[in-house]
């Protein structure tokens, strides 16, 4: 009978270990990184120079590149990042892939991403986009 109990016991210390709610991102864990882009819907991003990136400045600033720079004021909400006033520069890249990629960036943000940090990876995804970006450094 000790064995039974103590094996209950066990078990419920056990479970109360495991989660099974989603643990969302919060801003202190994305604040003052910068993180380069390695794909976009799991096709690797293949530029010569400029890598796209993606920084988290105080307050939930968000900068970065991808053919043009842009910035804006995010938030972030149950795990999910919007910037709606994305303000973005407009010169023409001879990369297509990063032509694409602004117009890619400025939906995502529009329309609110999940976020998701696991050691050195981000991945901003939404119904129709998957970025995932690397760890790069501190701001």
């Known amino acids: 009978m000790k064995k039974i109990v103590t094996l209950i016991a066990l078990s419920m210390v056990m479970a109360g270990c495991v989660s099974n709610g989603k643990v969302s991102v919060n801003r202190e864990q994305l604040q003052h990184h910068r993180f380069v882009l390695e794909s976009v819907n799991g096709k690797p991003v293949t530029v010569a120079k400029n890598q796209p990136e993606l920084s988290f400045g105080e307050n939930m600033t968000v900068s970065g590149k991808m053919c043009n720079q842009f910035t804006g004021q995010g938030k ?20 297509p892939q990063l032509n694409a990629l602004d117009g890619v960036i400025s939906d995502v943000f529009k329309q609110g991403a999940q976020v998701d940090l696991t050691a050195d990876q981000l991945t901003l995804a939404t119904a129709e986009q998957t970025l995932t970006y ?6």
């Not at 972030?76 to 990369?95: I, N, W, Y």
């Not at 690397?134 to 701001?139: C, G, N, P």
């Open 76 to 95: 972030l909400s149950d795990g999910e990042l919007k910037v709606k006033d994305l303000a973005m520069t407009r010169m023409m890249c001879a990369d």
């Open 134 to 139: 690397k760890l790069s450094d501190l701001m």
